[in-house]
């Protein structure tokens, strides 16, 4: 295993630190820890830092980014301050080199990705570096993925249909970005960007779904059902954009609450996935209306994540196992990560139980 939050160790001890929270125990700890050894050794080595840098990147997903967030709630959870100074050091790794280099900008694997994971350790260690360093993402964003950014994917990264409109590859991810850093930066120029950013992954998604519906092509939800390139993820985006107040007119803020309803209402009804993982599958749409709903407050959609996951449990109970991959029951193949395999879905399951717990992947409150 790598270290990343995508398919590595910090994903799983996550987990596990989440798993004895839910049940108010200390069972796992000693497991927990030992997972993290290895990225502590490397994170305390200047040059094994760097390497590790430029080997994954700066992103929020895959990335060093996606460190932070798992090793702040870690250091709250398990009361470490070692966990704390292990977040520092991978932000010293997020500079102003590395994020000026980035050309994929999204949440996976480029500077969005890390400004989220740098705006949650500025909310727990409020040092001017770190805000530095987040303006300088978001001033990078802003040059990159315009107010007039196109529905072919311009200032985007180079995926294709419905991947570069979603939260993890996209305009909607990228948005969702700049609209956290507009409220802790306050610069106009962040939300002029996340606003047409949103907006242009809207209509971009819209013509796609009609193109599809006039060939016959839509199967289950217009756009998919996932947030990670699909209609909860721009719901999600959308929501943020309503409470931070920034909608624009009034007709705007009832149309926005509109969509929200309608596609949220929808995806809650939809088929469950073939996969079953949270990156793409049924655990990744459970966690996604656990989010709505503690955003929204709105317990139906935490009785539609319910629904989902005991579907998803039950035929995960024929089969004798959960389906990580298309084509795959998974009862030859057990992967640990945490988007890909079964410490996510396990994160999951405990956010459904304790709803308190939080949302990893959209960045915190």
């Not at 796992?28 to 430029?54: F, S, Y």
């Not at 890390?114 to 040059?143: E, M, Q, T």
């Not at 139906?300 to 990580?324: C, E, K, M, P, W």
Request: proline fraction near 3%.
């Amino acid at each position: 295993m790598g270290y990343d939050l995508y398919n590595g160790s910090v994903g799983l001890s996550l987990f596990l630190a989440a798993l004895d929270r839910a049940a108010s125990t200390t069972t796992h700890g000693a497991l927990t820890v030992a997972a993290l050894r290895p990225l502590r050794q490397t994170l305390g080595d200047k040059r094994a830092r760097t390497d590790l840098a430029d080997s994954i990147g700066i992103g929020g997903m895959t990335g060093m980014g996606s460190l932070l967030q798992p090793l702040i709630l870690l250091h709250r959870w398990l009361d470490d301050g070692g966990l704390l100074a292990m977040a520092r050091q991978t932000a010293e790794a997020i500079t102003p080199v590395r994020i000026e280099a980035d050309s994929l900008y999204n949440i996976k694997s480029g500077s969005a990705g890390a400004l989220l994971g740098l705006l949650a350790l500025y909310r727990v260690d409020p040092a001017d570096i770190w805000l530095d360093r987040a303006r300088l993402c978001s001033r990078h964003l802003v040059r990159h993925c315009l107010t007039n950014a196109s529905p072919d994917g311009a200032g985007v990264p180079a995926e294709t249909g419905y991947r570069r409109l979603g939260y993890v590859g996209g305009h909607t991810g990228i948005a969702c970005a700049l609209l956290r850093g507009y409220a802790v930066i306050g610069e106009q120029e962040v939300l002029d960007a996340a606003l047409g950013t949103l907006d242009a992954g809207r209509r971009a998604l819209n013509d796609i779904n009609e193109d599809r519906a006039d060939r016959g092509a839509v199967r289950h939800v217009p756009g998919g059902a996932d947030w990670c390139c699909g209609r909860l993820g721009i719901a999600l985006a959308q929501i943020h954009c309503l409470r931070l107040g920034r909608t624009g007119t009034s007709n705007v803020s009832t149309c926005a609450q509109k969509e929200i309803t309608a596609a949220l209402d929808t995806i809650g009804r939809a088929e469950i996935s073939p996969v079953d993982r949270v990156c793409c599958g049924n655990f990744g749409r459970v966690d996604g209306l656990l989010e709505a709903s503690r955003l929204l407050g709105q317990h139906r959609y935490h009785q539609s994540a319910g629904s989902v996951a005991a579907h998803t449990l039950a035929r995960a109970d024929i089969n004798g196992a959960f389906a990580l991959f298309e084509g795959n029951q998974g009862k030859d193949f057990i992967h640990p990560g945490f988007y890909r395999g079964l410490s996510g879905i396990g994160y999951a399951l405990l956010r459904l139980a304790q709803p308190k717990l939080p949302c990893v992947w959209s960045g915190g409150g």
